[in-house]
């Protein structure tokens, strides 16, 4: 009866000590998540927009635009790094790192940034988004053909003729006299804008096409041409006969080139020789916004602090208040009995 009285004693003194604890200790009895660590929200890169601002002789300044999107709970420490990357070494040209700061409210940001690369070939811009010092998402556009950017002093809308019936180059012979030929040349020029520039002008070189040397060679004023108006630009030049020459003419603005054409004269009847009329025309492309795959781009997942399954957590639980109750029941009922 002693043995029994001491055991119920003691499960009395577990039960009040449970209860004791559950009121007095903070935590006791609380659930263990209520205390776990919020989970920051998802920043992810939306969009990305370039534009070509500044642009010179060898560079090119670009406007690089990177639209971020934020859900869910306040993201802290969120920076941008921005790069650009040849397309055909691989090599980073440059790199620019813009601090965005905390994020709390679910909506979408635009971080603005500005890279200057070479004015030739192609690039990789890409965007890294870090969260607090994490990589979380990424994304870029690849840009060809930036060679077509013109800077503002070499930009013209008058060019030579590229008309299949109008050549831009042509020349007929004008008179012979022993062994000197005198070629009449004709540079049709248009002017496909709305403005009507002035300072023009073409020089016109004759190069012997053997030997490549400078046989004779003249500057033509042309002054202005008319918006939507070709115009012919006319000179004459001799040289020795026997020869076949290429026509390399080049127009000028204010002492700046803005367009060349080539033509052939052949003077020599045991041979000929052509002119390559293909011409490819360059142009700024820039590619649809890729995001960044892969487990790199994903960031490791937060501590949530909750229990690993099958763990225990601190405090002794509302199940062992519950079992310590139910054993003193039991024991004082037994002893009643």
Not at 34 to 46: E, L, Q, Y
Not at 175 to 202: C, F, H, K, W
Request: hydrophobic content about 40%; cysteine-free; charged content about 25%.
């Amino acid at each position: 009866m002693r043995r029994e009285t001491a055991l119920a004693a003691g499960a009395a003194g577990v039960a009040l000590l449970a209860v004791v604890a559950a009121v007095v200790v903070p935590g006791a009895l609380a659930d263990p998540s209520a205390d776990r660590p919020v989970r920051p929200g998802p920043v992810d890169i939306t969009d990305m927009e370039i534009a070509a601002t500044d642009v010179t002789g060898s560079t090119v300044t670009l406007n690089v635009t990177t639209r971020l999107s934020h859900r869910g709970p306040p993201a802290r420490n969120v920076s941008v790094r921005v790069q650009a990357v040849d397309a055909e070494s691989g090599l980073v040209e440059t790199t620019r790192t813009v601090r965005v700061g905390d994020l709390s409210d679910e909506r979408e940001v635009a971080v603005p940034t500005t890279l200057t690369v070479e004015r030739e070939g192609g690039y990789r811009v890409r965007a890294v988004v870090y969260r607090d010092g994490q990589r979380v998402d990424s994304g870029g556009r690849e840009l060809r053909g930036l060679d077509a950017l013109q800077p503002p002093y070499a930009r013209s809308d008058v060019g030579f003729a590229a008309a299949d019936a109008l050549p831009p180059v042509s020349f007929s012979v004008a008179e012979t006299s022993g062994n000197r030929t005198t070629l009449a040349l004709q540079m049709a020029l248009t002017n496909a804008g709305d403005d009507q520039p002035e300072d023009l002008r073409v020089t016109v070189t004759l190069r012997q096409a053997d030997s490549n040397i400078v046989a004779n060679r003249t500057s033509v004023p042309v002054g202005s041409i008319r918006p939507g108006r070709t115009e012919t630009a006319e000179t004459r030049l001799t040289v020795p006969t026997g020869y076949n020459y290429y026509i390399d003419a080049v127009l000028w603005k204010d002492g700046v080139v803005v367009d060349s054409a080539r033509g052939a004269a052949n003077l020599d009847p045991t041979e000929t020789i052509s002119v390559n009329e293909t011409r490819r025309d360059v142009e700024l492309r820039v590619s649809d916004f890729t995001r960044g795959d892969g487990e790199r781009d994903r960031p490791v997942p937060e501590a949530t602090g909750e229990p690993a399954a099958g763990g225990s957590a601190p405090g002794f639980g509302v199940g062992v208040a519950v079992v310590a109750l139910l054993a003193a029941a039991l024991l004082a009922r037994r002893t009643s009995q």
